[in-house]
C-alpha cells in the first residue's frame, strides 16, 4: 500500500511563492516519474510539470520560468517551487506518481489535492 500526501497550499499574495511537497509512504522500491497537476475553477485539469526518473524535465506553458519541481528520492518526496504567483494560478494542485512496489509492481498514485488561492 502506498500514499501521498501533499503539503503547503495556501494563500498567498500575487508576486508571491509558495513550496508545495508531496511525500510518499509505504511499501516503495522506486519513485519513478512524478508530476503535479491541477484544477483551477470551471477549468480542466492540466499538467503543471513533471519529472521522469531520469530527471528530465517538463512545464505548462503558463508556469514555465516560474515554477520548478524537484524530487529527494532519500525522502520519497517531491517538491514544486512556484514564484512569482498570478490570481490565475489559484487551483487545486494535485501530486501524481509512478511507483514500483517492493514487489517490482508498478502503479499510479495521486495525492488529494491542496488548494492554492493566490489573491490580487
Known amino acids: 500500500q502506498v500514499q501521498l500526501v501533499e503539503s503547503g497550499g495556501g494563500l498567498v499574495q500575487a508576486g508571491g511563492s509558495l513550496r508545495l511537497s508531496c511525500t510518499a509512504s509505504?511499501?516503495?522500491?522506486?519513485?519513478?516519474?512524478m508530476a503535479w497537476y491541477r484544477q483551477g475553477p470551471g477549468k480542466q485539469r492540466e499538467l503543471v510539470a513533471r519529472?521522469?526518473?531520469?530527471?528530465?524535465?517538463n512545464y505548462g506553458d503558463s508556469v514555465r520560468g516560474r515554477f520548478t519541481i524537484s524530487r529527494d528520492n532519500a525522502k520519497n518526496t517531491g517538491y514544486l517551487q512556484m514564484n512569482s504567483l498570478k490570481p490565475e494560478d489559484t487551483a487545486v494542485y494535485s501530486c501524481?506518481?509512478?511507483?514500483?512496489?517492493?514487489?517490482?509492481?508498478?502503479?499510479?498514485?495521486w495525492g488529494q489535492g491542496t488548494q492554492v488561492t493566490v489573491s490580487s
Open positions: 501524481y506518481a509512478v511507483i514500483t512496489d517492493t514487489t517490482f509492481a508498478q502503479w499510479t498514485y
Open positions: 509505504g511499501s516503495i522500491s522506486s519513485i519513478d516519474d
Open positions: 519529472m521522469a526518473s531520469g530527471r528530465s524535465t
